[in-house]
Structure formats: structure tokens, C-alpha cells
């Protein structure tokens, strides 16, 4: 009979030690630091997070020069994900992890062009700071952002 070596057993034990890290649990109640972040035209900006498996789902609530707005997105992990954005347009989303970051690829088919979109989210290590890097590339020209959420 053949038994796994204390070495093999050490390796499995690592593996799924490392495995288990990767997901992070992004869910609560996020409010944008709009002092530490790259967003200048919103007076307030909120990401309540909700995840079952391998779907979250974001509700959006921002304040800004044409008043408040809600929306919703739901992603479902290593699935492209088809929705409405609240003018009209349509995105299609993918998300899937690399390491401890959620990544999210949108496309947004908007009347002058597509806007494409790369999203890195990673939480602190305390878990009370999100941060999201965006890339966005699109008709306009590229820019880059960066939004930085604390726990309510």
C-alpha cells in the first residue's frame, strides 16, 4: 500500500491553505473616502455588497450634480454576465479572482463606442478598506482611477 510522504502531505496541506486565501468576502457596506480617491464630481458614493457562492451583488447609491442615483450589478464568477446600465446602454461583465483581488472586465456598448473598463478590488488587511483600481479605455482616450471605500 502506498502512503502519501510527510512531504506530499505538507505540500496538499499548503495548496489548500493557499487556495482557501484567495476568495475575500467583500460584503457590507462601503462608502467612498472622497479625499483619498481619484472621483471629483460626486458629493457621496456607497457600494452596499451582497455575495451567495460565486455571485455578488452591488447596489450603487451616488450623489452627485444630477441628484442621486441607484443602480444594481450582479456578477457571477467566471461568467460573462449581460445587464443594463441605468441610462439604457448594456455592459457585459466578467469577474473572476486573481489571488486575493476580484478583477472585473465590463464592456459598456455606449452610441459613440464601446467603453471598456478593468476593475481590481482588494481589501485591506484588517478588512475595513476596499480599494479599487479602474482602467478605463474607451472613445475619449484612457484614463486611470482609483476609490478607496471604508466599512460602515
Known sequence: MNRPT????CFLLVASIGLAAEKVDFSGTWKE????????????????IE??????????????PRGERTSERTYVIG??????????????????WDGSA?????????????????ESWTLSADGKTMTKQR???GPKG???ETHVLEKE
Open 142 to 144: 484612457d484614463r486611470d
Open 51 to 64: 455575495t451567495s457562492g460565486d455571485t455578488i451583488k452591488v447596489t450603487t447609491i451616488m450623489n452627485g
Open 135 to 137: 482602467h478605463i479605455h
Open 102 to 118: 476580484l478583477v472585473i472586465i465590463s464592456t459598456i456598448k455606449e452610441p459613440d463606442g464601446a467603453l471598456e473598463t478593468k
Open 6 to 9: 510527510p512531504f506530499a502531505l
Open 33 to 48: 473616502n472622497l479625499q483619498k480617491s481619484t472621483r471629483s464630481n460626486l458629493t457621496s458614493y456607497v457600494n452596499k
Open 79 to 96: 461568467k460573462e454576465v449581460t445587464s443594463k446600465m441605468p441610462d439604457g446602454d448594456d455592459v457585459t461583465a466578467t469577474a473572476k
